[in-house]
């Protein structure tokens, strides 16, 4: 949260998990936080779902607009978090048959 005294936010508040915590770049978050891409997923069925029953016979309008630029960025973030961890999941697999291999 906030502190008016010092300045500052304090980052337990802004982010959820360890693994934003403790990550300084953003490519070290991608893909490790379960918390973070299930919240994506919620906001990206719920974006497209708002849009698709509210926005579908008029996709001209502003409110239309705006809300496919959030949910595509909601979806293209979710993607990267899905690739990162599927790279993440088969590197750690063949690590893991290699040292099975091996005597």
Request: glycine share 4%.
């Amino acid at each position: 949260m906030y502190n008016p005294t010092i300045g500052q936010s304090n980052s337990d508040d802004i982010m959820g998990c360890r693994s934003c915590q403790t990550a300084q770049v953003f490519k070290q978050k991608l893909g490790r936080c379960r918390q973070c891409m299930i919240q994506l997923s919620l906001l990206n069925v719920i974006c497209w779902g708002a849009w698709y029953y509210f926005y579908l016979p008029t996709p001209t309008v502003v409110e239309s607009i705006t809300l496919l630029f959030a949910a595509t960025a909601f979806s293209l973030l979710l993607l990267a978090h899905w690739v990162v961890a599927l790279m993440l999941w088969l590197k750690n697999t063949n690590k893991s048959a290699h040292q099975q291999q091996s005597p």
